[in-house]
Structures are given as C-alpha cells and as structure tokens.
C-alpha cells in the first residue's frame, strides 16, 4: 500500500474525527502530519497561554514525526495557527520555534486565526517531513 497511517499511542485518538496523526506516502517518502495541539490522550488541555501550548503542540509533533521515522530535522514545511492577531505573540513564539528548529529550517508560515476546532485550542501546528 502506497498510504501508512500514523496514531501513536501517547496522542489521542484521531479516528472519532475521522483522521490519522500522520499519513507516510511511501511513494514520495513524505510524512503529511495532521495539527498538533495541546492535547493529551484524553483530550486535555495542559497550558492556558500560547507559549505553553505552542510547547506541547511541538513535543507532540516530535512525537508524531518519531512514529513516522522522521525527524525535526527533516521537516519540510510548517504551518503556526495561533489564535488572535499573530504580531501580539511573535515575541512569544519565535524563540520557541527557533530553538525547536535549529538548524532544520524548513519553510514556516505564521497564521493569525480567530479560531481553532475547540475554545480552548490557542495553537495548532501543522507540518510535512520527510521521511529519515
């Protein structure tokens, strides 16, 4: 099959959405990662501020990117979906984001968005990697 899906366990679980963490399309070796939020398996939220979220949304994109047999290091494209005006947190999340990226640098774009799928989602990330 040319398609692998992706649900570690340690994120919860997609599938009442009708989605996968990640999707691998093997014949491009690219790793198509659905956002990532401050979610835990139980679809709680951990942190009440963007910098907290933005966080958590990135350890569980490692988490995501690890089950794929990727890496940070072989991200593609990445895209930041924080609620609000984007300019009134930069000065938050752009030292977050480089010390994340290192020297990754993949193509990133920032969106400002007056909402996410719940109320209490402040960030979203959503990526594409390829595949180690």
Same mark, same amino acid.
């Given at each position: ?11 919860? =679980?997609? !599938?009442?959405? &009708? ?5 691998? =399309? ?13 979610? =835990? ?10 910098? &907290? ?12 990117? $690890? ?5 940070? $290091?072989?991200?593609? !494209?990445?895209? @930041?979906?924080?609620?609000? $005006?984007?300019?009134?947190?930069? &000065? ?10 290192? $020297?990754?640098?993949?193509?990133? #774009? *920032?969106? *400002? ?9 402040? @960030?979203?990330?959503?990526? #594409?990697?390829?595949?180690?």
């Amino acid at each position: 099959m040319r398609k692998q899906l992706i649900n570690p366990p340690q994120i919860y =679980d997609g !599938s009442p959405f &009708g989605m996968s963490q990640a999707v691998i =399309d093997r014949a491009s070796a690219t790793v198509y990662i659905s956002g990532q939020v401050d979610w =835990d398996a139980n679809r709680q939220v951990s942190c009440h501020n963007v910098a &907290g979220q933005l966080k958590k949304a990135l350890a569980n994109l490692t988490t995501v990117l $690890e089950a794929s047999g990727s890496s940070e $290091e072989s991200l593609l !494209s990445l895209r @930041v979906y924080v609620r609000g $005006e984007l300019g009134e947190f930069i &000065g938050d999340i752009a030292p977050i984001l480089a010390q994340y990226l290192g $020297e990754s640098r993949p193509s990133l #774009t *920032g969106i *400002g968005v007056s909402s996410l799928a719940y109320p209490e989602i402040l @960030v979203e990330i959503e990526a #594409t990697a390829a595949l180690k």
